[in-house]
């Protein structure tokens, strides 16, 4: 049986984003910017496309600008405000947990004289509310949090650090790394007082490449690349089309009944949850109970997460020890961020669903799992045993 369960890291194309990423390909591959008719069909899907991400989150298209990824989107907005506001503060507010992504370019904004404030998470991997209320003083030009984090799941208080920010007389940018929760929870900007939201799309079965920025109407960010004046003026190069068509049509079919989609990952998730509790022993589990429906962060005590991830693999299981961008470096960042112990930490395994899983599925990724985890427990038992004699 063949199971994928590393969606968080990347998802596998619908079909019909796989049809019209082709087509653009075959037929509409014109450059955007030619005044000629193969030029003004690609301008077309371009258009098209921003109106179908625009209104996914209740956006105005001239709000939406494409880029290469989250990566891009990220960094785009981090700096962009960086650039547009450090004469009016230096001070930056982000969490400990962080995309790399988001991390790394804070990382170098504190090199370019921004102090960085990296707010420590509960045990739940949660920012608390009154420390960031804390944190915020008339310094802050930018508060950058994730909506969903990438390897537990944990849903940040997006609507209650939005709520603080609008009240304060400073005008501070808010910024939400968006990639995970985008098309699994509910993101509107109507409501969501959000300025800057990052978005993905191969984390919803689009094409890996392409990515979006969305920029509050009224919030100015300095040109990113320059160039050609694309998108705008805001990102100059030749846009993707064959991406950008097929990140719209993946947007197209997430919205097709998102809320059945959504509890048949909800009922996956808890199955898997339920039959892993009821079959394997000295479990730690790292995803809240309030979380994506999405993700689930499991720690097998006694075990080594990269030891497991191949023994899956081995049986057609595919998973993953953490985010995808930093699975070969050492630990998770994250859970060391929530206080989790070395032995809680080792044996993590992050799955990470998507609509296609099943019951079934999950059946046989319990009945592999018990097998191994017994195994490499045995065995780590008998080596501790030789050291001792």
């Known amino acids: 049986m063949f199971v994928y369960l590393d969606n968080s890291s990347t998802t596998r194309p619908y079909p019909s984003v796989m049809q019209a990423v082709a087509r653009a390909m075959e037929e509409d591959f014109g450059n955007p910017s030619s005044l000629h008719r193969l030029g003004l069909a690609a301008e077309q899907l371009v258009k098209e496309a921003r109106n179908v991400i625009a209104r996914s989150l209740g956006a105005s298209p001239k709000e939406v600008f494409f880029t290469s990824g989250g990566t891009e989107s990220d960094n785009a907005a981090l700096f962009g405000v960086w650039e547009s506001r450090k004469r009016q503060g230096k001070r930056i507010i982000t969490s400990q947990v962080e995309h790399p992504a988001v ?168 199955h898997l949850l339920r039959r892993l509790r009821e079959e394997i022993p000295e479990l730690s589990i790292h995803t809240p109970s309030f979380s994506a429906p999405s993700v689930l962060n499991i ?34 960042h994250v859970l060391a961020a929530m206080g989790l112990s070395e032995a809680q930490t080792e044996g993590a395994i992050r799955f990470s669903l998507s609509e296609e899983n099943t019951p079934d599925q999950m059946e046989y990724v319990v009945d592999v799992l018990k097998k191994a985890v017994a195994s490499q427990r045995r065995l780590r038992k008998a080596l501790a045993k030789e050291k001792k004699v």
């Not at 890996?208 to 050609?228: N, Q, T």
């Not at 080594?304 to 693999?313: A, P, R």
Request: glycine fraction near 10%.
């Open 299 to 332: 720690g097998f005590i006694g075990c080594k997460g990269e030891v497991l991830l191949h023994m899956l693999e081995q049986a057609g299981i595919f998973v993953s020890t953490g985010s995808a961008c930093s699975s070969k470096k050492s630990g998770s």
């Open 103 to 270: 991390l790394r370019a804070c990382e170098k904004l504190e090199r370019m004289g921004a102090e960085v404030l990296y707010l420590p998470v509960n045990e739940q991997g949660v920012v608390d509310v009154q420390v960031f209320r804390e944190a915020v003083n008339e310094e802050t030009i930018l508060v950058s949090l994730m909506h969903v984090n990438n390897e537990t799941g944990a849903v940040m208080p997006i609507d209650e650090v939005g709520s603080i920010l609008r009240k304060r007389k400073n005008a501070i940018v808010f910024h939400s790394d968006a990639v995970q929760s985008y098309g699994k929870l509910d993101l509107d900007v109507r409501s969501c007082p959000v300025d800057l939201i990052s978005l993905s799309a191969h984390k919803i079965h689009g094409p890996k490449g392409i990515g979006a920025l969305y920029v509050r109407e009224g919030l100015a960010l300095p040109s990113f690349l320059y160039g050609g004046g694309q998108e705008s003026g805001f990102r100059s190069g030749t846009e993707n089309v064959p991406g950008i068509s097929g990140f719209a049509q993946a947007v197209r079919e997430q919205q097709k009944d998102p809320r059945q989609r959504r509890l048949r990952m909800v009922e996956v998730k808890d």
